[in-house]
């Protein structure tokens, strides 16, 4: 019992840090549906931005954090409006190797700013919140900030795209770019925003990654981008809610597959969860079912 | 006529393509122009992930090998002289056959190999063929010499290439030194292995760890393993040892996944005995790493930057003047890369003008017979199978810094 238990909290822990950054993805894929690929390495710019703060100025984690976002922010618009704005009438496909160069280009220009050496990323939410059990089972302080960060932002990311103007212009958008424009919505600016907010996201996901898993290197973002990409898939793509779902039961998944049958099978097996799951529900656990309109 | 101006753009286009393709990715750096005795240079070629995530062993080789032929072509102003080149290969076998080739192309007469291991099992496949003589720095895995058997099956899946030497360890001597000195050092009574099962070094290493525990009698109680994809998360690998109550972990694989290992092992509350491979040198120079984490940590290793003696001092001296950061254990066995080389052409009489066939057949001749002192041991020696014997330095991590054992 106390072998689930820890395995159960070590899955959520491991859940919500491919939660938080799902959200961004699934955020960004919903209003502009496109797969930003290099979502992922701008979680690493955004780490490194915290890292340099707080390791080299000797800056407060908090204003890291702020820092980070506030790089990672200008970072999403700059690469939206050189990257991806071009390619606004270009098929899908375009958009998508475009994305993929583009997490090439921050890969390596972080590598040539940077180095290639491995950094200790400060741990700032070290310790345990919860003790159990004479200390067999341990709560880190580090799972639970990720786990409220998750709710938060999942909660505050459903309020403005629900309630808010600008979020009710990046919904129209999302539906119809040129109804939305016949609306008098400026859609570049709608979408730009979306990057902003997206990135921004990325920014606090680098840095909660980062307090859980703290080796930072160019190509940190790279494998974490892929796992949330697959839990925004798994719990519907463009779903907010989706996002934070499917992040925590990947999580869960990974580490009960690794712990109850085999290390070595670990991640076949949430593949294979991911791949029944999608030939059951192809849109994803919470997906909206969208019916192509002739 | 819009067709036609279309494709007079495109092929414009296209063949720009061409030439900017060339010439990108590469360091090359020019022996200083011999004066006088008008001697050539050798040209010495390498290839290693300059780029990319493995970049740290590419370009910590190539800076110990810049460093030896700089000190090299200073000190021998009449003799022979040095060109080195390295190419980049970014840890794909795929790239690094087309890096070696740009260097035949260039005229590299030898080869210090790849610096890694899968591409170093491609890479020497080509340079067999050729009969350019390799020696790779650290791609250490035995596919890279190939005639090895494999300690599973019995059986040599790849023939020997006779022109193929290392300058590392080859994996399994790791793996059985490691169980032979946890055995006669008494260690461990319950010994678990976490290993990364995508890795070459790794496996190597825990295969012939698990072949020598085996007839040794160690007794490990857990053996997990993880990759590429899962080396952020080591809670399942950690409670499956934990719960096994191994009292020594058996680490054979790079620091940084270790350095996550050390960390997590210490938020859990576990504390065993850890025992690493060469791999984990460089831990203690992970920056921002908490140094506390690593103490008591064992390992064997080849090198180690704070070594008392001359060469050493002198290396790390000049390695931290020029890239500021303290050279690994990739970085010092290229440099004695280098100057075995040297010494053989040297031994040898070859001349720059020689070509690529006559100067492998006279350096396999050479290395098979010579005996070498350098940075990473005295008195190396190799053999027909072109892995080297020097014995591996037994450290341990106290108050920050490497320890000899015995």
Redesign the interface.
């Known amino acids: 019992m106390v072998i689930f238990l820890s395995r159960l909290i070590n899955g959520i822990s491991l859940g919500s840090v491919y939660a938080i950054i799902a959200l961004g993805y699934t955020m960004v894929y919903g209003i502009a549906k496109m797969l930003n690929f290099a979502h992922g390495d701008v979680i690493m710019v955004g780490a490194y931005v915290c890292f340099f703060a707080v390791a080299n100025y000797s800056l407060p984690p908090l204003v890291g954090v702020l820092l980070a976002m506030v790089v990672c922010t200008v970072l999403g618009i700059v690469i939206e409006r050189l990257a991806y704005k071009p390619l606004r009438q270009a098929p899908s496909l375009a958009v998508l190797i475009t994305a993929i160069g583009v997490s090439y280009f921050l890969q390596n220009g972080a590598q040539l700013l940077w180095g290639s050496n491995n950094k200790m990323f400060p741990v700032f939410l070290n310790g345990d919140a919860l003790s159990l059990m004479d200390g067999e089972l341990r709560v880190s302080v580090a799972t639970v900030v990720n786990v409220v960060a998750c709710v938060a932002i999942m909660l505050v990311l459903s309020w403005f795209t629900g309630k808010t103007k600008m979020g009710k212009a990046m919904r129209a958008c999302s539906e119809d770019k040129g109804a939305a424009q016949l609306m008098g919505i400026n859609v570049d600016t709608t979408i730009s925003m979306t990057f902003a907010i997206g990135s921004a996201l990325a920014a606090v996901a680098g840095v909660l990654y980062m307090s859980s898993y703290p080796i930072l290197v160019p190509t940190t973002g790279s494998m974490p981008g892929i796992k949330a990409f697959t839990a925004a898939v798994f719990g519907g793509i463009g779903s907010i809610p989706g996002a934070l779902l499917g992040g925590l039961l990947l999580g869960v998944i990974e580490i009960f597959a690794g712990g109850y049958i085999s290390t070595q099978l670990q991640n076949a097996i949430v593949f294979a969860v991911l791949i029944v799951v999608l030939l059951v529900k192809p849109s994803g656990l919470l997906g909206k079912q969208i019916r192509e309109k002739v | 006529m819009k067709k036609r101006i279309f494709a007079l753009t495109m092929a414009a286009v296209m063949t720009v393509g061409l030439l900017s393709g060339c010439g990108g990715g590469a360091t090359e750096t020019k022996a200083p122009s011999p004066e006088g005795n008008g001697a050539a240079a050798i040209k010495i070629g390498g290839v290693g992930p300059l780029?990319?995530?493995a970049?740290?062993y590419g370009?910590a080789a190539a800076r110990g090998a810049e460093i030896a032929k700089d000190e090299i072509n200073a000190a021998n102003p009449d003799g022979l002289q040095i060109e080195l080149r390295y190419e980049d290969d970014a840890h794909d076998a795929e790239k690094s056959v087309n890096a070696y080739n740009t260097l035949k192309g260039w005229g590299m007469q030898v080869f210090l190999g790849s610096v890694t291991s899968t591409p170093g099992v491609a890479t020497s496949v080509e340079a067999n063929n050729d009969h350019v003589f390799y020696l790779t720095p650290s791609a250490s895995s035995t596919d890279v010499l190939g005639g090895v058997a494999n300690p599973l099956t019995g059986t040599v899946d790849i023939q020997r290439k006779d022109n193929v030497f290392q300058m590392c360890f080859v994996d399994p001597n790791q793996g059985s030194a490691s169980a032979q000195y946890i055995t006669d050092q008494n260690l461990g009574s319950k010994i678990a292995v976490i290993y990364k099962?995508d890795d070459v070094y790794s496996t190597g290493v825990y295969n012939s760890f698990d072949a020598k525990a085996k007839e040794l009698g160690l007794n490990v109680v857990s053996v997990?393993?993880?990759?590429?994809?899962?080396k952020?998360?080591f809670?399942?690998?950690l409670?499956?040892a934990k719960?096994a109550g191994a009292d020594l972990v058996f680490l054979p694989m790079y620091?940084?996944a270790a350095?996550?290992i050390f960390?997590q092992a210490n938020?859990?509350?576990y504390a065993p005995k850890w025992f690493g491979i060469d791999g984990m040198d460089g831990i203690l120079?992970?920056?921002?790493?908490?140094t506390s984490l690593a103490e008591g940590v064992m390992l064997l290793t080849p090198f180690n930057a704070d070594a008392e003696d001359e060469a050493t001092k002198n290396f790390v001296k000049t390695y931290q003047d020029k890239y500021s950061?303290v050279p690994n254990q990739f970085a010092a066995d290229a440099y004695d890369c280098v100057y075995a080389i040297y010494e053989a052409l040297n031994k040898a009489g070859i001349t720059a003008d020689m070509s690529a066939g006559d100067i492998c057949d006279k350096l396999m001749s050479e290395f098979t017979s010579m005996t070498f002192n350098g940075l990473t041991g005295e008195g190396m020696t190799w053999d027909d199978t072109g892995a080297v014997t020097k014995s591996p330095k037994g450290m341990v991590i106290q108050n920050g810094a490497y320890v000899g054992m015995d």
């Open positions: 780029t990319g995530g970049a740290i370009n099962n997990t393993t993880f990759t590429e994809d899962t952020t998360d809670s399942v690998q409670s499956d719960n620091y940084d350095a996550l960390t938020a859990m509350g120079g992970v920056e921002g790493f908490d950061e």
